[in-house]
Nanobody, 123 residues
Framework: QVQLVESGGGLVQAGGSLRLSCAAS????????MGWFRQAPGKEREFVAA????????YYADSVKGRFTISRDNAKNTVYLQMNSLKPEDTAVYYC????????????????WGRGTQVTVSS
């Protein structure tokens, strides 16, 4: 099993920035697609962003495109989510996830999950 641990969440004012990190261990990381999901109170978990093992293919939800950037450092087994121009509606628990198929563009392929990190954006 791939173990995923998120960090970097916190409280930030609208318009501010945060960078989330996800450290992975246990099995092959470099060939996995990695992604971020989030879940706000009363809402279903939604896809946020993902990238493939090469880092070249990136996918974003329309709601965050242009504001969030996903990246990865395979040597460090770490994936990042840079979050800029944060809005109150971005408030959610953010989860790191791994897709062992390496596809990245299909949310149902992600099968390993971190415990989440809280992001709260105040107005």
């Amino acid at each position: 099993q791939v173990q995923l641990v998120e960090s970097g969440g916190g409280l930030v004012q609208a318009g501010g920035s945060l960078r989330l990190s996800c450290a992975a261990s246990g099995r092959t990381f470099s060939t996995y697609a990695m992604g971020w999901f989030r879940q706000a109170p009363g809402k279903e978990r939604e896809f946020v962003a993902a990238n493939t093992w090469s880092g070249g293919n990136r996918y974003y939800a329309d709601s965050v495109k242009g504001r969030f950037t996903i990246s990865r450092d395979n040597a460090k087994n770490t994936v990042y989510l840079q979050m800029n121009s944060l809005k109150p509606e971005d408030t959610a628990v953010y989860y790191c996830a791994a897709d062992p198929t390496g596809v990245g563009s299909r949310p149902t392929f992600f099968n390993s999950w971190g415990r989440g990190t809280q992001v709260t954006v105040s107005s």
